[in-house]
């Protein structure tokens, strides 16, 4: 046997034997350099980990190693009488500090001087005592004496009769008092453990209410009471977020609804939360749940022929006018008075229908509205207008011919006469109704004006594609029952109706 930097022992096989008396495999160290142990502290080390079998002999310079090599204080005694059976003595071996592995440690049932089974932490262990990756499993052994149970030993001695009304009754009296065993043993580091939790976010507690304090106080000595097993740092965030719960309006709905998860949407949820900062997702859904709504109002106010184009229809199109184009998104674009007096100017005398809606123009056969973008100099101070757009919203009934998109130019014309945009403004009209005369169904482009006929059926399939068809997958959506959305209606509209829209 040697040892290697990459391989720590070596095992060379020289010979085998048959038919010979005493012990089988024998390991022999013939160089021991550089050891610090003596040779009471080695059988100490080697008592608190390979006693469970008491078939299994190791001796250190010739002297054996019992249970009287190990200190008395790595060493305790439990006293659990089963009724009707007798009484079974368990061992505690701590040996102080955690292996790398649960070998050799767990829990070894001794009958008459013999193992049964194997030392180890079996299922049952783990849902009544605790979970096997833990510290605590790779440090304690548990050797149970119960030479009452020797008719529910299986005959090859590899276990327990599981279906043997013994050997059911005194698992169940022995795990308990082995977890009650562990929870003593582990009384003061779950007090430091509370106090070092309290002690750092002491801050945030000392802000709570009395009766918040006690209810928080109260959950953290029952988490580190009841799940020994949970580490420090994921104690102290259980904490933090109990506590700004108690601080949050919504107080535990939170939890109300992490409860009515499953697994894998609690895993979706945190890898939502992993990508995006809770502001940032905030912000994101809430556009979203604002679009999808505007478009189901869009689509109820285009089929009604009642709708108001001047209260009703203009302030949706002046919110939606990113469905015209991703040149639209920008909040900058905003409804513009001034250029809206100008337009009224020219229908002096000929305007239709109400005016008390400064930011829209009522047109004989529709309205018009007018949205800017500023334009900026190079010290970034507003300087003219660097884009418009001018929706003309047409009653059903008038086709949009050249006459139509012809008005739309003679408002482009004015404008720059009255100084209100310059030659270089991009402006986009886009002039919209029911029905488009064929001959004219495409944009006009002149310089950097555009003038682009939209039927209003064409505005809702752009608003929907653009949104990525996401109202089909967002059709449950708690903020769309909320506002009276019937998804399914939406998904499969009727026919439009070929009705007025009013004014």
Avoid at 69 to 96: H, K, M, N, Y
Avoid at 349 to 360: A, C, E, I, M, W
Wanted: with cysteine; hydrophobic share 40%.
């Amino acid at each position: 046997m040697s040892q290697q930097i990459d391989a720590p022992l070596n095992i060379e096989l020289l010979a085998t034997k048959d038919n010979v008396d005493g012990h089988g495999t024998e390991i022999r160290g013939t160089v021991a350099d550089h050891v610090n142990l003596t040779a009471d502290k080695a059988r100490e080390v080697l008592g608190s980990r390979f006693l469970t079998d008491p078939n299994f002999v190791v001796t250190v310079d010739g002297v054996r190693v019992t249970f009287d090599d190990i200190p008395p204080e790595f060493l305790s005694e439990l006293q659990v009488p089963v009724a009707g059976l007798g009484t079974a003595r368990v061992l505690v071996i701590d040996a102080q500090r955690s292996d790398r592995s649960t070998r050799q440690h767990g829990v070894a049932w001794h009958v008459n001087n013999r193992l049964v089974g194997e030392c180890g932490w079996r299922g049952s262990d783990y849902e009544r005592i605790l979970d096997g990756r833990t510290s605590e499993a790779k440090r304690y052994t548990f050797i149970v004496f119960a030479d009452f149970l020797s008719d529910a030993v299986l005959p090859d001695w590899s276990d327990f009769d599981a279906s043997n009304p013994s050997w059911q009754k005194t698992r169940t009296v022995v795990q308990d008092h082995i977890r009650d065993a562990l929870q003593e043993f582990n009384a003061t580091r779950r007090a430091e453990i509370k106090a070092a939790v309290r002690e750092r976010l002491e801050p945030e507690v000392s802000r709570l209410p009395a009766l918040s304090r006690e209810r928080w106080n109260a959950f953290v000595d029952q988490v580190v009471d009841t799940c020994p097993n949970i580490r420090n740092q994921e104690l102290e965030q259980l904490a933090g977020i109990l506590a700004n719960l108690e601080q949050a309006r919504s107080r535990y709905g939170l939890i109300d609804q992490l409860h009515g998860l499953p697994p894998g949407s609690l895993d979706i949820l945190h890898d939502i939360l992993t990508a995006w900062s809770l502001n940032l997702a905030k912000e994101a859904l809430d556009e979203i749940g604002t679009r999808l709504k505007l478009i189901h109002e869009l689509q109820d106010k285009l089929r009604d022929k009642n709708t108001d184009e001047v209260q009703e229809l203009q302030p949706l199109f002046e919110r939606g006018l990113w469905i015209f184009g991703p040149e639209f998104e920008t909040i900058e674009f905003t409804s513009n008075r001034g250029m809206t007096e100008v337009i009224r100017h020219i229908f002096r005398g000929k305007v239709s229908g109400s005016l008390n809606r400064p930011d829209f123009v009522v047109v004989p056969d529709g309205s018009v509205g007018l949205y800017s973008r500023p334009a900026y100099d190079d010290e970034h101070n507003p300087n003219g207008v660097s884009s418009l757009v001018i929706v003309e919203l047409k009653r059903p009934g008038i086709p949009i011919g050249h006459e139509q998109k012809q008005q739309a130019w003679k408002y482009v014309k004015e404008l720059r006469d009255k100084g209100q945009i310059k030659a270089h403004t991009k402006v986009n009209c886009f002039v919209m109704g029911s029905e488009i005369d064929p001959l004219e169904a495409d944009s006009t482009i002149t310089g950097v004006v555009t003038i682009t006929p939209l039927l209003y059926e064409t505005f809702i399939l752009r608003a929907e594609k653009r949104m990525l068809n996401l109202y089909r997958l967002l059709k449950d959506a708690p903020f769309l029952r909320a506002n009276g959305v019937d998804a399914e209606e939406f998904v499969h509209p009727p026919l439009p109706a070929q009705t007025a829209l009013g004014v």
